[in-house]
């Protein structure tokens, strides 16, 4: 009679603690029983930066890269005459480390929301106080830093994503583009002098 209860006692054991470590096994591989509905899908605009120090400014860029999919962007999707985050969701904002001039106007240092209005002639770029907001929803043109105005230049490749560079021509100066599409805008940034 021990000697069976022994024998069921280990069985037990025996069973139990395999069934255990299989359990362990089991539970460091989610992939096994994952639900795909639950996994996030992938945003169609992506967050995205772009930066590089111009001489001793770091300028740092972020912005949501929405895609042409086909679609219509400049007079269609982004409507002419409107103010645009130049991005999609949050506004895009750019952070100059120290003082800029751009179009031969002081920039202070610090982060700035830019705004866009796309037109088919030319288009007017903002650089604005508020960086923090969903689209352009609370845009308030009082509190602008800056506005230029720019020509369009025409692509002959198409960029599918929304793209930013920001190119070094110097130690005191570097260009900062926005291309998508068929259509790509430029404007040049000076390090201001001591």
Same mark, same amino acid.
């Given at each position: 009679m021990k000697n069976t209860i022994s024998i069921l006692l280990f069985a037990l054991f025996t069973a139990c603690g395999s069934s255990g470590e299989?359990?362990?096994?089991?539970?460091?591989?989610?992939?096994?029983?994952?639900?795909?509905?639950t996994e996030q899908p992938k945003s169609k605009s992506p967050k995205q930066m772009a930066m590089v120090n111009v001489g001793k400014n770091h300028i740092h860029i972020e912005y949501s890269?929405?895609?042409?999919?086909?679609?219509?962007?400049?007079?269609?999707?982004?409507g002419f005459g409107q103010v645009w985050?130049? #991005?999609?969701?949050?506004? $895009?904002? @750019?952070?100059?480390?120290?003082?800029? *001039?751009?179009?031969?106007?002081?920039?202070?240092?610090?982060?700035?929301?830019?705004?866009?209005?796309? #037109?088919?002639?030319?288009? $007017?770029? @903002?650089?604005?106080?508020?960086?923090? *907001?969903?689209?352009?929803?609370?845009?308030?043109?009082?509190?602008d830093v800056?506005?230029?105005t720019v020509t369009p230049e025409r692509l002959e490749e198409s960029v599918e994503s929304l793209t930013y560079e920001v190119t070094p021509i110097d130690d005191n100066s570097g260009t900062i583009s926005i291309?998508?599409?068929?259509?790509?805008?430029?404007?040049?940034?000076?390090?201001?002098q001591e």
């Amino acid at each position: 009679m021990k000697n069976t209860i022994s024998i069921l006692l280990f069985a037990l054991f025996t069973a139990c603690g395999s069934s255990g470590e299989n359990k362990v096994e089991e539970d460091t591989d989610h992939s096994a029983h994952m639900d795909e509905s639950t996994e996030q899908p992938k945003s169609k605009s992506p967050k995205q930066m772009a930066m590089v120090n111009v001489g001793k400014n770091h300028i740092h860029i972020e912005y949501s890269s929405p895609s042409v999919r086909g679609r219509q962007i400049f007079g269609g999707l982004v409507g002419f005459g409107q103010v645009w985050v130049t #991005g999609a969701h949050k506004a $895009t904002s @750019i952070h100059f480390q120290n003082d800029v *001039m751009i179009d031969g106007k002081n920039v202070p240092s610090g982060k700035y929301g830019f705004f866009t209005i796309p #037109g088919k002639e030319s288009w $007017t770029l @903002i650089l604005n106080e508020d960086w923090d *907001m969903h689209l352009a929803d609370e845009y308030n043109e009082a509190n602008d830093v800056l506005r230029l105005t720019v020509t369009p230049e025409r692509l002959e490749e198409s960029v599918e994503s929304l793209t930013y560079e920001v190119t070094p021509i110097d130690d005191n100066s570097g260009t900062i583009s926005i291309s998508w599409a068929d259509t790509k805008v430029s404007f040049k940034v000076e390090n201001k002098q001591e």
